[in-house]
Nanobody, 120 residues
Framework: QVQLVESGGGLVQAGGFLRLSCAAS????????MGWYRQAPGKQRELVAG???????MYAVSMKGRFTISRDNAQSTVYLQMNSLKPEDTAIYYC??????????????WGKGTSVTVSS
């Protein structure tokens, strides 16, 4: 099993930035892909960004250029740098991990989420 714990959420003004972190523990050798999803109030959960063990990344169109996903050398922590935040970025952000490469939409493990609120 894999456990994922997010941190770094909070309240920020529009135009500001936040850096989310997700620490993985347990059977981390099983993890190939890691990513961030978000769910805004009244909306479906959506993929924000993902990164493979090799460092290949993908981003949702609306986040590309503002958000950057990265993964540490030990590959047990993934980060999401969020710049130029907008009120519409307000959501619960979830860390996710998958056993397969580039499995952006087939995550096997989920964190409990961290709240991000962007005020206008």
């Amino acid at each position: 099993q894999v456990q994922l714990v997010e941190s770094g959420g909070g309240l920020v003004q529009a135009g500001g930035f936040l850096r989310l972190s997700c620490a993985a523990s347990g059977s981390i050798s099983n993890i190939q892909t890691m990513g961030w999803y978000r769910q805004a109030p009244g909306k479906q959960r959506e993929l924000v960004a993902g990164i493979t063990r090799a460092g290949d990344t993908m981003y949702a169109v609306s986040m590309k250029g503002r958000f950057t996903i990265s993964r540490d050398n030990a590959q047990s922590t993934v980060y999401l740098q969020m710049n130029s935040l907008k009120p519409e970025d307000t959501a619960i952000y979830y860390c996710a991990a998958a056993k397969y490469d580039s499995a952006w939409y087939a995550m096997d493990y989920w964190g409990k989420g961290t709240s991000v609120t962007v005020s206008s």
